[in-house]
């Protein structure tokens, strides 16, 4: 906990930022050398000013960060910091990205592969209905899904992801071991088991309203896109919205009822351009080019994959360098055309085989 302890003293002090904290660390690449340093080598940090030098020279309070590392243990908290290898990969990209992070669970690296999913505290039965369908079919192909573990639409979008067996992610707007609301206690430590909750907030902090537009760049930053279900024109939801629009994430929205003021968030971003969504795969068109990069990359273009399973080996097999409509793949692979088109997602994900107009499948 050596390097976590100089880490999170850093984070404590008043007036040292995210993006300050990136320059320090950038500058003197430790944060133990930040405190060892002069006056004068703090102020050659880019934009640096001199009362935040000075507020590092005379900081004091060890003892709360020798308590915040002793809460950490005893709570049996993973701390992943900024310079982490094991940092997520997309939130490190963003401009402001959080220093510490409070886990528990785990962050895997498939977790770069992931979409948020958020929305009004007080959904409608369509609009938690739509959700789980979304979250569970997200996590059927390999997608992690995130929200922020509050009430409504959030909750709905993990327990969907759950259902389906994939991983979830929660981003809470208090400190790691501050459950809110406090009828999610299940969900959290269900979501800690097969997933991650995180948090940037110290052990303790409460759930108090200025923290969410704080949480909400974290939602948006961990994902490659931003789906929003039922919202109000004054939602947070929408904040969330435009976190992703300034990190040149996608933002999807599912259309509500024109006479219902829940939907008048999401119509609205529709109006905008934002990507209307029925179903998971309305997503997934639109970010597949950015998973081609994640994916396995074979060798030898002609050579069938060893690790596909049987229906996958039989899509795989009769698929050409010529395009192959999808009634034919049906009748030669001896598949249902719903299992077909099942089969024929996971592998586009994957990036072996390209979907083409009337649908018209190609391999890679």
Not at 64 to 74: N, S
């Amino acid at each position: 906990m050596k390097d976590r302890f100089y880490w999170l003293a850093l984070s404590f002090i008043p007036g040292i930022g995210n993006v300050i904290y990136q320059r320090l660390i950038k500058h003197f690449q430790d944060a133990e050398k930040v405190f060892q340093a002069s006056r004068e080598e703090l102020l050659k940090v880019p934009n640096m000013r001199a009362k935040n030098a000075e507020a590092i020279r005379g900081f004091k309070d060890w003892e709360r960060v020798k308590k915040e590392i002793e809460l950490v243990e005893e709570n049996q908290v993973k701390l992943l910091t900024w310079g982490d290898e094991d940092y997520p990969e997309n939130l490190r990209n963003i401009y402001d990205p959080p220093s510490v992070l409070y886990i528990k669970g785990d962050i895997l690296k498939e977790d770069n592969l992931a979409v948020a999913v958020v929305g009004s505290r007080n959904p409608t039965e369509y609009g938690r209905l739509a959700t789980e369908r979304i979250g569970r079919d997200l996590t059927r192909q390999g997608i992690t899904v995130v929200s922020g573990m509050a009430r409504g639409i959030d909750s709905s979008s993990h327990k969907g992801a759950l259902s389906g067996g994939g991983r979830t992610i929660a981003v809470l707007g208090s400190g790691i071991d501050v459950i809110y609301p406090p009828e999610n206690k299940g969900l959290y430590h269900e979501i800690a088991a097969r997933g991650a909750v995180i948090s940037e907030f110290p052990m303790g902090t409460h759930p108090d309203g200025v923290n969410f537009p704080a949480r909400n760049r974290i939602i948006s930053g961990l994902s490659l896109g931003v789906v929003i279900v039922e919202a109000t024109l004054r939602s947070g939801s929408l904040i969330t919205a435009n976190c992703a629009l300034e990190q040149g994430r996608e933002v999807f929205a599912v259309p509500g009822n024109v006479s219902s003021p829940r939907s008048r968030g999401t119509n609205m971003l529709i109006k905008k351009g934002a990507k209307l969504v029925e179903e998971a795969r309305d997503v997934l068109e639109e970010i597949l080019p950015q998973l081609g990069a994640s994916r396995r990359e074979r060798e030898d273009e002609d050579e069938i994959p060893p690790d596909l399973s049987e229906d996958e080996r039989k899509i795989f097999d009769v698929l050409e360098k010529e395009p192959l409509h999808i009634d034919r793949i049906t009748v030669k692979s001896g598949l249902k055309a719903n299992q077909a088109l099942a089969v024929l997602l996971n592998l586009e994900l994957n990036g072996l085989i390209k979907q083409l107009a009337g649908k018209m499948f190609i391999r890679c």
